[in-house]
């Protein structure tokens, strides 16, 4: 199998490549986030690209744009009424969150872009329909007092404490904590 290299800091991310055991590097990508459509598919698969593209870059000026590498660039949003939420700005921002995605069914849709060094990329994206039960007032001030919220797209986290919340998920598991590991395996890993 190529060198991978995963352009994320994400440690969710590290945790589910390893979990299926794939041998990789981290780089972070120091990639422009800011999202500049409304269309949530084209607005994660974009930041996915951008993420891997910095990172090849910076493998460049490094002298290391020869290796036979394949670059996983990945971005997860969460999107509620045709709102794409990000990450919160402040506590404010992640309790307006929470109450949005109370009592309701959203979508958490991952992009995913690999770059092949020998030449050619590979790209998709991947939805999750998840369904979040009733949060009172003193749910959400509970899960704030966490501290989980505040580095994840929605304000939460499915793989913590938010999971008691979650009534159901129609979807991989996976894609809402931030890479859908299988079908990243199925349609493009398992092939180098």
């Known amino acids: 199998m190529k060198k991978i290299i995963l ?3 994400s440690p969710r991310r590290r945790e589910l490549l390893a979990q299926i055991g794939i041998p990789f590097e981290v780089l972070t990508s120091d990639a422009d986030e800011s999202i500049g459509t409304a269309e949530p598919e084209e607005a994660c698969r974009e930041l996915a690209k951008r993420k891997a593209k910095a990172v090849l870059a910076h493998l460049k000026a490094c002298g290391r744009g020869d290796e036979d590498l394949l670059i ?48 050619g990329s590979f790209a998709f ?11 009172t007032e003193a749910d959400i001030a509970f899960y704030l007092s966490t501290g989980e919220p505040f580095d994840k797209a929605g304000s939460y986290g499915i793989q913590g404490m938010f999971a008691r919340y ?11 904590v931030g890479l ?4 990243l395996w199925r349609d493009c890993l398992s092939k180098f």
């Not at 009424?81 to 959203?106: F, Q, T, V, W, Y």
């Not at 994206?125 to 949060?135: G, I």
Request: zero cysteines; a negative charge.
């Open 166 to 176: 979650i009534e159901k998920i129609d979807g991989d598991y996976n894609n809402v």
């Open 125 to 135: 994206s991947e939805k999750t329909d998840v369904y979040v039960a009733d949060l």
């Open 72 to 119: 996983i660039g990945a971005d997860t949003i969460v999107v509620q009424d045709k709102e794409i939420l990000g990450k919160p700005a402040d506590p404010a921002d992640a309790a307006r969150m929470l109450r949005l995605l109370s009592g309701r069914e959203h979508e958490v849709l991952t992009g995913v872009y690999v770059i092949d060094t020998a030449g």
């Open 7 to 9: 352009a994320s800091a």
């Open 180 to 183: 859908p590991v299988g079908r």
